[in-house]
């Protein structure tokens, strides 16, 4: 009986490796085959093409004005001058005032630095009317008469005229504007 249950057993491991020979999935075989692809492309002609291209830089806009006076340097004044000119200016043109107060002398001395060197960091100077032929005498104006003619809601006292004038109607800082 002995042998009949090793028989047995032998005959199931067969029937068993037999099942599971018959369920195990072949490797598949692998093809190796070299392609060689030739194209050929006829040109008849070749032609050169030039063509103008515009080139757009972005510029970055400077957001700050530096203003710089010999003016509106009592507290009142300044608050005044801020309050009522300046902070609408700032809305209405997405900018923003650094506003200075500095006596005539350093006004001069500075726009002259400024010149010399090519590295201008004021955009506005408002020297008093008394220190102008200093101004003009650097020649730091520029004659207006042709803007100033077009401006029929603004007018000038007769002594700012005379302190700013050298035969010439209206003069303003040329650098500076």
Known sequence: M?????FVALGVMLVLSMVLGACATPTPEVITKEVEVIKTVEVEKVVEVEKEVEVVKEVEVNKQLVFSSRLFSPPREQEFFINEVIKPFEAENDVTVNFQILDDDTLLERAEVQQSTGHVTTDIVCAHNGKM????????VEDLTDIVGGWNDRHFSAAFESDTNNNISCRSARTFI
């Open 133 to 140: 032929p200093d101004w003009m005498d650097a020649d730091y």
């Open 2 to 6: 002995k042998q009949r249950t090793i």
